[in-house]
Each structure stands twice: as structure tokens, then as C-alpha cells.
């Protein structure tokens, strides 16, 4: 008797499961990543805010290039760390200083 219930809950989460897969499996293609380490793509529509794809702009322009990986990573920590606008660049542009002089 309890290796029959047994197998019925079994079987009742295995089916579940596959339910919850197949609802979920949609949703998952619509969001999928292909590159996340593609900063090109990252930039618009990922959450960013208006005023600080407009920062980014202007450090390209000051610096006359692309940020390189570890200038990126300083951008992307002070996004997250919730700076836009000009205090995001004038906090990125101390870090880089910053670290040209150590």
C-alpha cells in the first residue's frame, strides 16, 4: 500500500514538474541571453536609464575611445550602486584617476 502511494506521488510531482517546464519554457526563450558579456547590446533597453546611456556617451567622448573591460566594470559598479546623470560620471571619472595614479 505505501509503495503504491508512493508511486502515485511520484508521479504526481514528475507530471507537475513537466507542467511547470513547458509554462515556463516560453518564457524563457523570450528573455534568453546570448552574449551576456556583450556590453554593445547590454547598453539600451537592459534598464538602463535615459540620463545614463547619455553619461556613457560622454565618457566615450572624453575618452576619445571605448572604455576597456576594467573602466567598463567600474561603470557597471557604479550603475548598480545607483549613481545616474552627472554625478555617475564625475564618480567614474575620480575612480579612473584614481587608478592611473596607483
Known amino acids: 500500500m505505501e509503495l503504491t502511494i508512493g508511486i502515485i506521488i511520484a508521479i504526481f510531482f514528475v507530471v507537475l514538474t513537466v507542467i511547470m517546464f513547458a509554462l515556463g519554457y516560453g518564457e524563457a526563450l523570450k528573455t534568453k541571453v546570448e552574449d551576456p558579456f556583450v556590453y554593445e547590446n547590454f547598453l539600451i533597453g537592459e534598464g538602463w536609464e535615459k540620463d545614463t546611456f547619455v553619461e ?6 572624453i575618452l576619445g575611445r571605448e572604455p576597456s573591460d576594467d573602466e567598463m566594470k567600474i561603470f557597471l559598479s557604479l550603475v548598480e550602486e545607483g549613481y545616474h546623470g552627472e554625478v555617475l560620471l564625475k564618480k567614474f571619472l ?3 584617476n584614481k587608478n592611473k595614479h596607483h
Open 56 to 61: 556613457y556617451e560622454k565618457i566615450i567622448d
Open 94 to 96: 575620480e575612480k579612473i
